[in-house]
């Protein structure tokens, strides 16, 4: 699980990465809007937690602009405005949850993994399919109790496809994902880092619809159908 936590304040910050590394998330902080909104468009974290009063902006705005580019991201606002109306603002603004500060850390890591669970729809961050799994919050991939190595890019890709298991994802989608801000033209990266994912984890579990995209079934594959 990649946790994206933008919090200007320096001991907040700090209590909240390491309660969260403590868990096993990997954790990415920054403490401005600039750099946050950096971090989104590379668009590899699973999960933000979004203060909204930062020197260099509102996080309300930054939760719009995110909600215009990645609508299922989700988002728990970390914030000391506290009335009705400013949780409301945050919730209808597309916010998942809204903790007002201050807040304890364990209530704060059983929301995160509240989302998590609602999210993605795993219980423990652990997803599993036909003795492929994937646990979230260690990034760990095993097939059939064998630990596989994956890079960045196909652990993303794999995670993508694992979390929308018998629904296809589309190509435009996955390299929207993957590799944000390449060109239709080098859609062959794409092509490149599918099939070594396909190498490791082995042929069976990711599935071309021609045309469309890829999608990992739950059920085996007819006998005789290609992978
Ligand atoms: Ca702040």
């Known amino acids: 699980m990649n946790i994206l936590l933008v919090e200007d304040d320096l001991d907040l910050g700090n209590g909240v990465r390491i309660a969260l590394q403590d868990q096993g998330m990997a954790v990415v902080w920054v ?44 988002v728990l606002i970390l914030s000391a405005r506290d009335t ?6 945050g919730l209808d603004g597309g916010a998942d949850d809204y903790l007002v500060k201050p807040f304890m850390l364990a209530e704060l890591l059983s929301r995160v993994r509240a989302l998590v669970r609602r999210s993605y729809g795993v219980a423990d961050g652990l997803v599993e399919v036909r003795g492929l799994s994937l646990h979230l919050p260690t990034r760990r991939v095993r097939v059939h109790d064998r630990p596989v190595e994956l890079s960045r890019s196909e652990f993303e890709l794999l995670c993508l496809l694992l979390k929308r298991v018998d629904r296809v994802v589309t190509r435009r989608f996955l390299q929207e994902q993957v590799l944000p801000g390449a060109q239709t033209n080098e859609s062959n990266v794409l092509d490149v880092h599918m099939s070594n994912l396909r190498r490791k984890i082995g042929e069976g579990y990711v599935r071309t619809v021609r045309g469309v995209g890829y999608v990992i079934d739950q059920a085996a594959p007819p006998a005789g159908g290609r992978a």
Do not use: H, N
């Open 31 to 74: 403490r401005r809007a600039s750099d946050a909104a950096r971090e989104l468009e590379a668009g590899l974290c699973d999960l933000v937690l979004l203060d909204l009063g930062l020197p260099d902006g509102d996080g309300l705005l930054l939760l719009a602009r995110l909600r215009r580019e990645r609508q299922g991201l989700p």
């Open 84 to 89: 009705l109306d400013d949780r409301l603002r």
